[in-house]
């Protein structure tokens, strides 16, 4: 039986976005930072009542994308520990002082003006929002990262019994909560997975609005698609088996 997570039963209102933390892996990434910061910086500014923080935690960078960062926000880290998009993001989310986080790529790929639909989702109850490619298209997709998306998908929906369009997203929100009282140990890209595995063990109050990816506007992509795609295949299975026991239990 599976559950579709994106129409279940609307939770109640709330006003909880008071303050946010927009958090940035980045690494090597000095071609885009500019426009990924310039553009947040113009949308936030529009917005009221919340409080906002900008986290860029340069992952290891030999470029100049520390320094290009530290022009747009008092906030820039480096990750002390192991590379990877999934230690920098745990090395920013233990930074963030906001009661929410979104979390977004560096590459210029994910858009600015679709924070607001992730602050109106977590304020209308929802606890964990994902940006869906597969309902608001790519323009990164080739033939192979299409299918590879499709068949990982596919495998989530399986293994955890839930149906959500494009779980592999990097462009989500959610209550901090959901990272503060969980232990992480994702590396890389399969992050995306825990998150999600601990959103449905948090409160399950989960949902996706269509969000179009961009192609990267510079520097090199730093996913493969077969080492990832492994990765993210052994995340579902691992954490698909763990929350169905815990169904039954």
């Known amino acids: 039986m599976f559950i579709n997570i994106i129409y279940i039963e609307k939770p109640k209102m709330t006003n909880r976005v008071k303050t946010l933390s927009i958090v940035i892996p980045a690494r090597n990434e000095e071609a885009t930072i500019s426009g990924v910061l310039e553009e947040v910086d113009k949308v ?13 935690v340069d992952d290891g960078s030999t ?17 002390t520990g192991e590379h990877g998009k999934g230690n920098a993001l ?9 009661d929410v986080i979104i979390m977004m790529d560096a590459d210029y790929s994910h858009i600015a003006s679709d924070i607001p639909k992730f602050i109106e989702k977590i304020n209308e109850g929802y606890s964990f929002v994902i940006g869906s ?12 990262r299409s299918f590879g998306n499709w068949a990982l998908t596919q495998a989530f929906r399986i293994f955890f019994g839930i149906k959500l369009s494009d779980p592999l997203n990097g462009y989500k929100a959610f209550v901090k909560d959901i990272v503060k009282n969980y232990n992480y140990k994702s ?3 399969e992050i995306e997975i825990e998150l999600i595995a601990n959103a449905l063990k948090y409160d399950g109050k989960i949902i996706e609005f269509p969000s179009f990816e961009r192609e990267r506007a510079g520097g090199e992509m730093k996913s493969k698609a077969l080492r ?14 763990k ?3 815990s169904k039954k239990s």
């Open 90 to 98: 745990r090395f920013g989310f233990n930074k963030a002082t906001g």
């Open 228 to 241: 990832e795609g492994i990765r993210f295949l052994l995340a579902i299975i691992k954490h698909g088996i």
């Open 243 to 245: 929350y169905r026991a």
């Open 133 to 144: 490619r597969a309902l608001g298209g790519s323009g990164e997709y080739t033939l192979v």
């Open 44 to 56: 936030i500014k529009n917005l009221k009542g919340t409080k906002f923080e900008i986290i860029v």
């Open 187 to 189: 590396s890389n890209f």
């Open 63 to 79: 470029d100049k994308t520390f320094e290009i960062s530290k022009k747009y926000t008092n906030k820039v880290f480096t990750n």
